[in-house]
Nanobody, 120 residues
Framework: QVQLVESGGGLVQAGGSLRLSCAASGIIFSITAMGWYRQAPGKQRELVAAISSGGNTNYADSVKGRFTISRDNAKKTVYLQMNSLKPEDTAVYYC??????????????WGQGTQVTVSS
């Protein structure tokens, strides 16, 4: 079955850095678009960054220039490098896989989430 296992969250001071990892199994990783979402208390889940199977990336305006998403197809892992962290980046971060289906479209799978807390 599909599994997405996140790691790398934690507590960091404002201005610090963290790198999140998401290891995937049960999917053909190389053809799957991957993304990172986050959900802060009382707020909706929002897209942070995404990377296509071809390596094209897009970012939420709030993280542009600070966060970098990347992927290693050989390791079936997607990363989120987070620099210059701000208290408003505090949230649970979720890995997402948009797995192509047989006929058309994609099916979303989610990891269990990893907590990122940025102290001021």
């Amino acid at each position: 079955q599909v599994q997405l296992v996140e790691s790398g969250g934690g507590l960091v001071q404002a201005g610090g850095s963290l790198r999140l990892s998401c290891a995937a199994s049960g999917i053909i990783f190389s053809i799957t678009a991957m993304g990172w979402y986050r959900q802060a208390p009382g707020k909706q889940r929002e897209l942070v960054a995404a990377i296509s199977s071809g390596g094209n990336t897009n970012y939420a305006d709030s993280v542009k220039g600070r966060f970098t998403i990347s992927r290693d197809n050989a390791k079936k892992t997607v990363y989120l490098q987070m620099n210059s962290l701000k208290p408003e980046d505090t949230a649970v971060y979720y890995c997402n896989a948009a797995v192509p289906t047989m006929y058309s479209g994609t099916k979303d799978y989610w990891g269990q989430g990893t907590q990122v807390t940025v102290s001021s």
